[in-house]
């Protein structure tokens, strides 16, 4: 199936707009890690909240996620929920009985 002109210039419009989006989110990133914050947890939070936000950028546009089926959402759904339970696994540990 051949794409017209109009339909490329449209596409290359939004990897213009999603790089540019990358590339201040990336300042931001630099500037919070300037920041002085007192809970590690809270930093961590941030730090993971904007490489998400990035990583959903460009898995929707760049790798066309956002154009695909219903099951590659839910194969993405599916992993977000079992990397979520691996993450609050040690979490639900006690972790000074580790360390003694």
Not at 38 to 62: N, P, R, W, Y
Request: aromatic share 10%; charged share 10%.
């Amino acid at each position: 199936m051949a794409e017209t002109a109009e339909e490329i210039r449209h596409h290359i419009q939004n990897y213009i707009k999603v790089g540019a989006v990358l590339f201040v989110m990336t300042v931001v990133t630099v500037a919070v890690s300037y920041l002085h914050i007192e809970s590690i947890t809270m930093t961590v939070l941030i730090a993971l909240a904007i490489a998400s936000f990035k990583g959903s950028l460009v898995a929707a546009i760049f790798m066309h996620l956002s154009a695909e089926k219903a099951i590659i959402y839910w194969v993405l759904f599916i992993t977000v929920i079992c990397f979520v339970i691996l993450m609050l696994v040690p979490l639900s540990t006690d972790i000074e009985s580790v360390f003694q």
